[in-house]
């Protein structure tokens, strides 16, 4: 049954990231700028960090290592998220455009297909920086570094869904390209600074509707100190997420009324 319903889509995604990897090979130079670029800036706010600490030994209880391994974690998490589902921001448009029509033709998951079809090359960055990262913090230690790449594919896969079903609102009301925007922003907002500063509404809010703690938080207290329930707890979310995302997608599908956009991808 395994290889019937997941080794399908798995293979769909593996095809889509080596087909959308050798295009951005075509461009090698605009594609070395975009994650070079976006890795500079992840500097910068290494840097802005690095002064904070400078006149404290602590925030909130989180010392400048502490900050650092969440905001690998976030990075490495927004980083291969794009870089696998490249379109999981782009739903509103391709709905609104018609060429969602497109994907509707395939004959595997639409689902899967409409998120996966492009990569975003600036996600690189993001990503190889917080390796970089968590390798200067952690050192060659194998279990923290298993259960890092564990946590940023679940993380990926929770923040895809949550970004996927405030996009898929457009389903339901029209242009939901705000509503995307400002969940990923307090998404991103939310995951890089230290728990400990957030009132206890907001923390309500990042282990409920914005689940931040399931992406940074909760896993780098699992890295830092392992706790088996825990962290397959973390794993449930994240499968839950994922299914949770689907659902909404093909409930709104069924209110979708063709663009009648003529095309098809090769």
Not at 14 to 35: C, G, K, P
Not at 81 to 106: A, M, P, T, Y
Not at 172 to 183: A, I, K, Q
Request: aromatic content about 18%.
């Amino acid at each position: 049954m395994w290889k019937r319903s997941v080794l399908p889509h798995l293979r769909l995604i593996w095809d889509y990231f080596r087909t959308n990897l050798a295009s951005a090979m075509e461009y090698r130079a605009s594609f070395l700028m975009q994650a070079v670029g976006m890795a500079i800036n992840d500097v910068f706010f290494l840097f802005f960090w690095w002064m904070v600490f400078q006149q404290s030994s602590s925030l909130g209880g989180y010392e400048f290592n502490d900050v650092m391994s969440i905001w690998a974690l976030s990075a490495s998490t927004f980083g291969l998220l794009h870089i696998f589902f490249g379109n999981v921001r782009k739903l509103n448009g391709l709905v609104q455009s018609g060429e969602l029509d497109i994907f509707l033709l395939q004959p595997r998951d639409p689902y899967i297909h409409a998120h996966t079809a492009r990569m975003n090359f600036s996600a690189w960055g993001d990503f190889v920086y917080a390796l970089l990262l968590f390798l200067f913090i952690s050192g060659f230690h194998p279990g923290k570094w298993l259960l890092f790449l564990l946590f940023t594919i679940g993380g990926a896969l929770l923040l895809g869904a949550v970004l996927s079903m405030a996009d898929a609102l457009v389903f339901y009301w029209g242009d939901s390209s705000g509503v995307t925007r400002l969940v990923t922003e307090f998404m991103l907002n939310f995951s890089l600074y230290p728990e400990s500063i957030f009132r206890p509404g907001v923390k309500w809010i990042i282990y409920t509707i914005l689940p931040t703690a399931f992406v940074v938080f909760i896993p780098y207290r699992v890295i830092q100190h392992f706790n088996l329930p825990v962290c397959l707890g973390v794993f449930a979310v994240d499968i839950f997420a994922v299914l949770l995302a689907r659902k909404v997608f093909n409930s709104g599908l069924k209110r979708y009324a063709s663009g009648n956009r003529m095309g098809a991808r090769m």
